[in-house]
């Protein structure tokens, strides 16, 4: 049994890249463990494994006295000194203690035990594999879909799919292959979790990174990008080099690039719109696919009025005010739509009021006059 103990601790330290100590001083705290089951607090019980031999050495401390009425923890003088001649009565001696069906106890512990450490091992293995992958995209297989779960296969480790986290038209098969954003990877009290999506706005963001060689390698920067999935993401982008154009790197030919991503997203549209400083540019561009005709902004309150075609009106607001809140979003101003017939009466009737004030005004001095 000694032998086959070394040898299990020996592999599984290779395999798990456990220390061998470690899960020796685990076996020989849950061999202490098993004995005090059996025979209490009491004797002071120490056991010791043999690194080399696998021998376990189990001893009790106990007090030499002339008589002895509590075996369990005294020792006659004889006998003590037999294993420590330099010992003398009232000294505390570790005595051998010979426990019944020890054997039987060890195999049974030690196999509790280093299943157990397996266990822990590969959980804190897990935990330190993908606790720096979080922000990442990675590959898995869908292992089984459960109480508004699906659990995806990432290797040796078990991610979550929460299913309001997959596209609104996707229903993933138990087999199938699927690309994932890891939202967050944390410690609970039944191990490490990897936590994954798909509607995550990064998720488009690092679809860009594996696809766009520009944006890769620094040239092309995604300045902002915000997503309502499985409908429209708008980003802006920026080239470090003026040589490139950010838009036509992430379009590419005949739109090949865009279109990979687009149909890894079930088919979701995607605006990608060149960033600059300056305002009207940036909110006439976010509102894309809708043409502006013109723009008034109130940079204090950062508030814009935006003028459109009438036929353009319900384009630039989107499908239940979808398109004007992303570019809000995406450009951090509050945007107001109007269109050119809206805007026509609006300004009449400013006009007409200064008229008015303006006859109210030549009235008043004329009657001052007189």
Request: net charge neutral; with cysteine.
């Amino acid at each position: 049994m000694n032998r086959e103990l070394i040898h299990i601790i020996e592999q599984m330290s290779k395999e798990r890249g456990i220390p061998k100590g470690s899960i020796i001083g685990t076996l020989e705290s849950a061999l202490l463990s098993a004995v005090r089951k059996k025979y209490g607090l009491k004797p002071e019980i120490n056991i010791k494994i043999d690194e080399k031999s696998g021998d376990i050495r189990i001893t009790a401390l106990k007090k030499i006295v002339e008589k002895v009425s509590t075996p369990m923890e005294e020792i006659s003088l004889k006998d003590a000194l037999a294993i420590d001649p330099a010992k003398v009565l009232d000294d505390m001696v570790d005595s051998p203690f010979p426990i019944e069906n020890f054997g039987r106890i060890a195999a049974q512990t030690a196999k509790q035990v280093l299943f157990q450490r397996v266990r822990e091992a590969e959980k804190e293995a897990i935990f330190g594999e993908y606790k720096d992958k979080a922000g990442q995209i990675v590959s898995g297989v869908v292992m089984r879909k459960e109480k508004g779960y699906y659990y995806v296969a990432l290797g040796r480790a078990e991610a979550t799919l929460p299913i309001k986290s997959t596209l609104p038209t996707e229903n993933l098969k138990r087999g199938e292959t699927v690309r994932t954003y890891i939202e967050e990877v944390k410690v609970t009290p039944k191990g490490p979790v990897i936590l994954l999506s798909r509607t995550h706005p990064n998720f488009v963001a690092e679809l860009f990174k594996m696809e766009i060689p520009e944006i890769y390698e620094g040239l092309v920067v995604i300045k902002n990008i915000v997503r309502e999935a499985g409908d429209r993401t708008k980003l802006t982008v920026s080239s470090k080099n003026p040589m490139v154009d950010p838009v036509g790197a992430c379009v590419g030919m005949k739109g090949t690039r865009v279109q990979s991503i687009v149909r890894e997203l079930k088919g979701e549209r995607i605006d990608i719109i060149p960033w600059t400083d300056d305002p009207r540019v940036l909110i006439a561009k976010a509102l894309s696919p809708a043409a502006v005709e013109s723009i008034g902004i109130n940079e204090e309150e950062k508030t814009a009025m935006v003028v459109v075609n009438d036929q353009q009106l319900s384009l630039a607001i989107g499908k239940k005010g979808q398109n004007v809140r992303l570019a809000m979003k995406l450009t951090g101003w509050d945007i107001d739509i109007i269109s050119e017939t809206e805007y026509s009466k609006m300004r009449k009737g400013e006009i007409e009021e200064q008229l008015e004030e303006l006859r109210s005004e030549r009235e008043k001095q004329d009657q001052e006059k007189e």
